[in-house]
């Protein structure tokens, strides 16, 4: 993330990556899949003076199961993450079979938006904790985020004609010169100011057969020195290019029983 200058601090919850996704080189009728955004990040790394204060695989089932909690006041905000409807995704995306009449709706937002989109780094210790004055920083804040496969983001009839890039790749933040905001930022660094945030790391992926496999066995052997949750995702299968990615499965469990530290029935 940018060093900005002195007495610029960074304005929460506004650093992201802006971008434009083109699908040409595939099928005439390829276009996204919900929340592309998202969908486009397998994993995510956060760094600061070597350490790492996140290592997270399957960042993107993680996150569009969160963004499903949202409002659809919200929901309905978010064209630049790529929640939106069937026909503007046809229609930004240029799809042979998008539809022609009665998008005048779409076509308007067509114009606003066209191929760009945001991936936010909206990890908590930039949305949660204020202004963040790197200049006073000695070390750092880094972001390494992996792509995912096209199969993944891109939704075809034909798996072998999936592909997206993305081009013209800019940061994009707010940033505020304030004097004032930076020596309160600095001075509460210089005392030791303590940043509270949710390690997210993905355990285990476990395959079992629905219908025939009637019991899970996992063990969770998490090195920390405190657990707020186990969050359990079911999720189906697919094909290249017919994910659907705010698809998740309710396996209707009967029973749950949890050992800790070899005491059992702690649930």
Not at 51 to 77: A, H, M, N, V
Not at 78 to 97: F, P
Not at 165 to 175: A, D, G, H, N
Request: overall charge negative.
């Amino acid at each position: 993330m940018p060093k900005l200058n002195q007495n610029e601090v960074l304005v929460p919850s506004s650093l992201g990556l802006r971008f434009d996704i083109d699908l040409t080189g595939g099928h005439a009728n390829n276009h996204l899949v919900q929340n592309v955004s998202r969908a486009l990040v397998s994993k995510v790394v956060v760094k600061f003076a070597g350490t790492i204060l996140q290592d997270t695989d399957g960042y993107d089932l993680f996150k569009i199961y969160e963004d499903l909690f949202l409002s659809q006041e919200q929901r309905d905000d978010m064209i630049l993450e790529g929640i939106q409807s069937e026909n503007l995704n046809k229609i930004r995306c240029n799809a042979a079979d998008k539809p022609n009449s009665r998008v005048a709706t779409e076509t308007k937002l067509n114009e606003n938006f066209g191929t760009k989109y945001v991936i936010w780094l909206d990890h908590e210790i930039l949305t949660d904790h204020g202004v963040f004055y790197p200049q006073e920083l000695y070390n750092d804040l880094v972001f390494e985020l992996t792509l995912a496969g096209a199969g993944q983001v891109v939704k075809g009839s034909d798996p072998a004609k999936v592909k997206y890039k993305l081009t013209s790749i800019q940061l994009e933040y707010e940033m505020i010169h304030s004097k004032q905001l930076a020596e309160e930022a600095n001075s509460e660094y210089s005392s030791g100011k303590e940043f509270l945030y949710d390690h997210v790391h993905l355990e285990k992926t476990i395959p079992f057969a629905k219908g025939s496999d009637s019991r899970l066995n996992i063990k969770v052997n998490a090195q920390r020195r405190s657990l707020k949750a186990i969050l359990l995702f079911f999720t189906e299968p697919y094909a290249a290019g017919a994910r659907d990615s705010e698809k998740f499965v309710f396996p209707d469990l009967k029973k749950v029983k949890v050992t800790i530290n070899g005491s059992p029935n702690m649930l």
